[in-house]
T-cell receptor
Framework: DTGVSQDPRHKITKRGQNVTFRCDPISEHNRLYWYRQTLGQGPEFLTYFQNEAQLEKSRLLSDRFSAERPKGSFSTLEIQRTEQGDSAMYLC?????????????FGPGTRLTVT | AQSVAQPEDQVNVAEGNPLTVKCTYSVSGNPYLFWYVQYPNRGLQFLLKYITGDNLVKGSYGFEAEFNKSQTSFHLKKPSALVSDSALYFCAVRFKRGNQGGKLIFGQGTELSVKP
């Protein structure tokens, strides 16, 4: 068990550019979650998948954001036409099972800076 | 609105003294409750959770948490603090069912500082 991994760890981009982040969950975890964390705040939920199905999306996830988990394993989060307000830490987590009791295991995050 | 409150931005404790990090929630029904810790430049680490049963839950690194249904609180405690416990602590809740059964709702975090 190598834990949840995220790539890249840091990304600096110019406003208006598109960026894509990748998350590899713990193997055999069927649920995968994306959160966003800004300085001084707790993580905020963005979206989650059960296998390849996207089951919930936050209202925070504007139409510039899209997430996929095509084969039920790794996931990508794409932000189009980035804005300075998108600067944040993007966290990925995974868990096993379909109920709500299982704890989520978090990756190290991708820090996005939009200049 | 569903929310989690950590009323203290920072808690300062001397090494060896007991510590408490407070958490209250405003969520309909009986959610699952979690505590996570975040060290600098590292991801969130799971500490403990309350599902059902005994109101006192024991977790990693000697931490425990007490669930109080009437006060809708889930305070994190440790009998004897270590300098290495210094970190950012997050309380979180999760709905038991329904289409909101996946996401965690986090508090804003409490910075714990343990001085030698």
């Amino acid at each position: 068990d190598t834990g949840v991994s995220q790539d890249p760890r840091h990304k600096i981009t110019k406003r208006g550019q598109n960026v894509t982040f990748r998350c590899d969950p713990i193997s055999e975890h069927n649920r995968l979650y994306w959160y966003r964390q800004t300085l001084g705040q707790g993580p905020e939920f963005l979206t989650y998948f059960q296998n390849e199905a996207q089951l919930e999306k936050s209202r925070l996830l504007s139409d510039r954001f899209s997430a996929e988990r095509p084969k039920g394993s790794f996931s990508t989060l794409e932000i189009q036409r980035t804005e300075q307000g998108d600067s944040a830490m993007y966290l990925c987590a995974s868990s096993q099972g379909s109920g709500g009791a299982a704890e989520q295991y978090f990756g190290p995050g991708t820090r996005l800076t939009v200049t | 609105a569903q929310s989690v409150a950590q009323p203290e931005d920072q808690v300062n404790v001397a090494e060896g003294n007991p510590l408490t990090v407070k958490c209250t929630y405003s969520v309909s029904g009986n959610p699952y409750l979690f505590w996570y810790v975040q060290y600098p430049n590292r991801g969130l680490q799971f500490l403990l959770k309350y599902i059902t049963g005994d109101n006192l839950v024991k977790g990693s690194y000697g931490f425990e948490a007490e669930f109080n249904k009437s006060q809708t609180s889930f305070h994190l405690k440790k009998p004897s603090a270590l300098v290495s416990d210094s970190a950012l602590y997050f309380c979180a809740v999760r709905f038991k069912r329904g289409n909101q059964g996946g996401k965690l709702i986090f508090g804003q975090g409490t910075e714990l500082s343990v001085k030698p």
